[in-house]
């Protein structure tokens, strides 16, 4: 029985890099021929990057697109390679070619359209209606594209055609629970078609999502054969035995933690890295203020581009505590950054001098707490103009959820790294990396007394958060009930939370809705994230 050695691309490929993601293809085919494969497939989008959105729209990106898939069809002699690319034919489509012997041998289109989550395209494609096979080395391979291994029928199609393999190209984001829901997914499509699967996923950061690769093989009998490791560029070796329709892995590379933790802060770190880089920018600058938010958004700074590219200032007025002082202090030595202490009192009460008059027979509230916060995101935003770094947001989910956020203040910032992380997942995240701090550069990263001390915005005196919010384990619940489950009141209040503290969480989250919309961009880790994917009327009457 024949077999058939192949390779799978778990590559990053950058939205609107056409010219350069053509050359990195052209680069992997040839690295693939060298080691003998007859075959490398390639992620969804290879050509356009994943998700082109509205690029889509301009038919000389369509054209550049196809001219370098032309091009790179003439590179394929003694190798088929399979690429995805938008396919214009007076409609687009989401497409995968199969290059061979220096030409296109085929074009398949993609059939079923997500249009749900961070997906929208329904917005831009057509449907394909048929599932492309190929004879390589006597091995009949089926091939479809990322939506369509979700759904039964183009798999089902794949094997009435006499596949025996079937490959799956994806630009599939990660969040929390994709990797277990994929392998659930895959074992079935197996089972019921008598194929092995073999499933190659892009890398990377792009804006608001993140893709993870985590490739998979998966033996006909729906077992799994190998898992690749989560955000890792590789070009991925298989074996497939057309006898007993199962794969072999050649010298995978292993992660070295797999624990949810892991993933997630490998996760936040991708993202930043590739939003910085991606965008040209040098650096970045983030307000360090001693609580654990913006500790953890230095350590994944740090982590993500190096201690010599991050600038950390520490804005304090009288109500900073010593212990924030001396734990900022600590943690910018220990990691080696840039770091500035720039004194906003007399900022601040120049802007209240100048507000006095105005504010004329009202008592102080919120409106001078929120002062501060805009005053450091001024400073902020100065830093970061002058020095040419983006400024990280540093603020978290749980906050963002019920406004617990000043806009023009905390918010400011072009990306910010825990926008989809709850505070609790914050606490989880920030323990972790203290606990691999040997593997990941050396002593905590973050100062223990920042992780044990109440979270406190530091706004007036003796504040902490739960003056204004329920204990963040109980908010957290409520508010993944309410965001990610999408439970109604009356569900969570059963599951023996308390009505009035529901009622409460519920009416903030909906009553800040307006602040959300105006948010720092931020990788999306959970199954259901503010921005492109969570998307409620900002004006509505349903409570």
């Not at 913006?294 to 350590?299: D, F, G, P, Q």
Request: a negative charge; aromatic letters at 8%.
């Amino acid at each position: 029985m024949p077999s058939l050695r192949f390779a799978l691309a778990q590559f990053d490929f950058q939205v609107g890099a056409v010219a350069a993601n053509a050359a990195r293809v052209g680069d992997l085919i040839a690295q693939a021929r060298e080691g003998g494969a007859s075959l490398v497939a390639f992620p969804e989008l290879t050509l356009s990057g994943y998700p082109p959105e509205d690029l889509l729209l301009r038919p000389s990106f369509l054209v550049a697109c196809q001219c370098e898939l032309n091009a790179l069809a003439g590179a394929t002699n003694g190798i088929a390679a399979l690429v995805g690319h938008p396919h214009s034919e007076g409609e687009v489509y989401n497409a995968a070619s199969l290059l061979r012997g220096g030409s296109i041998e085929w074009t398949t289109h993609k059939q079923a359209l997500p249009n749900y989550g961070v997906f929208d395209d329904k917005r831009y494609f057509r449907p394909g209606h048929d599932s492309a096979v190929a004879t390589i080395d006597g091995v009949r391979v089926g091939v479809v594209i990322c939506e369509d291994i979700w759904q039964p029928e183009p798999a089902a199609k794949a094997a009435a055609a006499g596949a025996e393999l079937i490959l799956v190209i994806n630009a599939s984001p990660w969040d929390d629970a994709k990797q277990a829901e994929r392998e659930q997914v895959l074992a079935a499509r197996a089972r019921e078609t008598g194929c092995a699967i073999a499933y190659v996923n892009m890398v990377g950061g792009q804006d608001e999502v993140v893709y993870d690769g985590g490739s998979l093989l998966v033996n006909a009998d729906g077992s799994l054969a190998a898992r690749a490791p989560s955000f890792v560029d590789a070009l991925l070796w298989v074996e497939f035995d057309s006898a007993t329709r199962t794969l072999r892995a050649e010298d995978w590379p292993v992660a070295v933690d797999d624990s949810l933790e892991a993933t997630l802060y490998n996760a936040l770190v991708r993202g930043i890295r590739d939003y910085i880089d991606k965008n040209g920018f040098s650096g970045v600058l983030l307000g360090l203020s001693g609580g654990i938010d913006s500790a953890l958004t230095l350590a994944l700074a740090v982590d993500a581009l190096g201690p010599e590219r991050v600038t950390a200032v520490m804005m304090p007025t009288r109500y900073t505590s010593q212990l924030s002082l001396d734990g900022a202090r600590a943690q910018a030595e220990q990691l080696g950054v840039e770091y500035h202490i720039i004194h906003i009192e007399p900022m601040v009460d120049s802007f209240l001098d100048a507000l006095a008059p105005a504010f004329a027979g009202k008592s102080a509230d919120t409106t001078e707490e929120n002062l501060q916060s805009r005053t450091r995101g001024v400073t902020l935003m100065a830093l970061s103009n002058k020095h040419g770094r983006l400024l990280l947001a540093t603020g978290n989910k749980s906050e963002m959820a019920v406004g617990y956020a000043t806009l023009y203040g905390d918010m400011c910032g072009a990306y910010a790294p825990l926008k989809d992380v709850y505070k609790t997942v914050v606490y989880r995240l920030s323990r972790w990396r203290n606990a691999h701090a040997a593997r990941l550069g050396g002593s905590e990263a973050i100062p223990s007394a920042v992780i044990d001390r109440p979270p406190s915005a530091e706004l007036r005196d003796n504040q902490i958060d739960q003056d204004s919010l329920p204990p963040y384990d109980e908010l957290d619940a409520i508010l993944a009930r309410f965001i990610e489950g999408e439970q109604s009141q009356a569900e969570i209040a059963a599951q023996g939370f308390h009505a009035d503290t529901v009622r409460r969480v519920v009416r903030l989250v909906l009553l800040n809705e307006f602040k959300r919309r105006q948010s720092a961009p931020g990788p999306r880790v959970t199954t259901r994230a503010f921005g492109r994917e969570r998307r409620y009327p900002i004006t509505s009457g349903w409570k």
